[in-house]
């Protein structure tokens, strides 16, 4: 499975969007297009990211941005694994 795999999984996992997740394409939004995403999932799905590819995020790491789109959040994750 790769990167982009394991992210939707994951979006799908964590906002419970009964496989809706697998329709997304890399520029469809999420924070402010999805009323799943509110500010409790963004605190899930970074539990759930960090568990899922074993790293770290800080605080200042994030913000809206990261969940802008697919895109976004997938390059935040590469960013991640590669450092």
Avoid at 1 to 20: F, P, Q, T, Y
Avoid at 50 to 63: A, L, Q
């Amino acid at each position: 499975m790769d990167i982009k795999d394991e992210v939707v999984a994951v979006l799908d996992e964590v906002l419970s969007l009964k496989g809706r997740a697998s329709g997304f394409s890399l520029n469809t939004p999420l924070l402010g297009a999805l009323p799943e995403l509110d500010s409790m999932a963004v605190v899930a799905l970074i539990t759930t990211l960090e568990e899922r590819f074993g790293f770290i995020v800080e605080d200042d790491e994030i913000d809206g941005s990261v969940f802008a789109s697919l895109a976004t959040l997938i390059d935040f994750v590469q960013g991640k694994l590669a450092a």
